[in-house]
């Protein structure tokens, strides 16, 4: 019973959470605000690739593979120290939060070219003839006929992508951004005790759960419909 | 173009820094094999676990799951290094980094493997049964060597992706090549040491993320 008590004093007590409710709750708006403007950007920069590369024109094809590659391969912290540390160098010194945003962004771009690459790849080419016979223009075709059958057969891997991005966002914490991760270690230091840390990590869990779920929803489904043909 | 050589790529540097990123980069291979082996095995275990369908497990194995899916690899590192010497349990940064990173894999494991075995259609359990086989021979025969085929994919990627994961390592200082390159870009004042951990870390991954791309365009094609 001691021995409960002295955890729960530990992990869950109410006095640190109250003073540090504060920080933790400005930490979640900046880890919103990152993940809000940094989604799309690596969301279009990826859709935009993954154009370019339908048009297969094969220069163009293997510099788009080598970007993909590339910065598929790179962890993204390694991209955020690079970017944050290595750049002031060349005189180039980005605060965190566009570091952080710049990083994620070609890590991310990276990962949605190659899912956007492979679900319009999948679209039998029948469906661009067909289009095309039927007087469509070419932008008509991509947006209208492409697209929205590429995006079907890509949705579970999009929407977990788009949950790692969100997830990522907290490496920003190790380059000084006061975000979720960065205010519970800041309060850590004030209080002593490991509340604010676990209580953030339960916000993370509130906050991303939902997410979590629909993303293993729709593999499942996915994964169902692949064993069935 | 000079003062880019001179800071990025300048030999001196790269030569006084390469042996303790080398020795950084063997970290972080022992990291990322051992993170694979803890987080493949002990998925795998989990998800034969839940076939057997016991109510109170099950619902630990599901709760398991969906906290190490759900939380960020940051944060469950730094939880483990950090949070708990409070409970008594103090571990080096090589064993807090492995198990932070082996419980995410774990989880999403289980639920690749998992989402493998539901995926077998009624019929093979049906048939194994009708053959005469016991709970455990359908299993171990029948249903998971389909069921881990289905899940390769899911798991490929999803294995890269935690084992660079053993970059975050540097913020619990595991002495790993990111983290060596740190430390050797101030003292050097000049960040070549960043560009030769960069060198490292796409020697290492590159590859991975090419066999992933064959794998899943062999998968697609057996479609």
């Known amino acids: ?229 | 173009m000079q003062q880019l050589v001179e800071n990025y790529f300048n030999l001196a540097i790269l030569s006084r820094s390469f042996p303790e990123l080398l020795r950084g980069f063997g970290v972080t291979v022992q990291v990322a094999i051992a993170t694979i082996v803890l987080g493949v095995g002990l998925g795998l275990v989990l998800a034969v676990t839940r076939a057997f369908a016991i109510k109170t497990v099950n619902a630990l194995i599901v709760v398991y799951v969906d906290l190490f899916r759900t939380l960020p690899q940051l944060v469950v590192i730094i939880c483990v290094y950090f949070a708990l010497p409070y409970a008594g349990i103090t571990l080096s940064p090589f064993a807090a980094t492995v198990l932070a990173l082996g419980a995410v894999l774990s989880a999403f494991a289980t639920e690749a493997f998992w989402a493998g075995i539901l995926a077998i259609p009624r019929g093979q359990w049906d048939a194994a049964h009708s053959l005469g086989l016991r709970f455990l021979p359908i299993i171990f025969k029948v249903i998971l060597p389909q069921a881990i085929r289905l899940a390769i994919p899911l798991l490929t990627n999803r294995a890269i992706a935690i084992t660079k994961g053993t970059a975050l390592g540097t913020a619990v200082s595991l002495p790993e090549v990111l983290g060596a390159a740190q430390s050797a870009t101030a003292i050097a004042a000049n960040p070549s040491p960043l560009t030769l951990a960069a060198a490292f870390y796409l020697l290492f991954f590159i590859p991975l993320v090419i066999a992933s791309r064959r794998l899943e365009a062999r998968y697609l094609v057996a479609r």
Not at chain 1, 132 to 150: D, E, I, N
Not at chain 1, 159 to 168: D, G, P, W
Not at chain 1, 185 to 209: C, D, G, H, K, S
């Open chain 1, 1 to 229: 019973m001691e021995g409960l008590s002295l955890f729960l004093e530990n992990f869950a007590n109410w006095e640190s959470l109250v003073r540090v409710y504060p920080l933790l709750l400005q930490g979640l708006q900046l880890t919103i605000v990152l993940s809000v403007v940094t989604m799309p950007l690596a969301i279009l920069t990826g859709l935009a690739i993954a154009l370019m590369y339908s048009f297969h024109v094969r220069w163009l094809n293997v510099l788009l593979v080598i970007y993909i590659d590339l910065f598929r391969s790179f962890p993204v912290l390694v991209l955020l120290i690079l970017v944050f540390y290595g750049l002031p160098f060349l005189g180039l010194t980005l605060p965190s939060f566009a570091a952080a945003v710049l990083a994620i962004t070609l890590n991310n771009s990276g990962y949605y070219g190659e899912i956007f690459r492979a679900g319009i790849e999948s679209v039998p080419a029948g469906q661009r003839e067909a289009a095309k016979s039927l007087g469509l223009r070419p932008g008509h075709t991509v947006f209208l006929v492409v697209l929205p059958q590429a995006v079907r057969k890509v949705l579970a891997p999009l929407a977990s992508n788009s949950l790692e991005l969100v997830k990522t966002t907290s490496i920003a914490s190790l380059v000084g951004l006061p975000e979720l991760l960065r205010s519970a270690r800041v309060a850590l230091e004030q209080t002593y005790n490991p509340t604010p840390l676990m209580a953030a990590a339960l916000i993370y869990f509130i906050l991303l759960w939902p997410f979590a779920h629909l993303v293993a929803r729709l593999e499942r489904r996915m994964l169902a419909q692949a064993s069935a043909t």
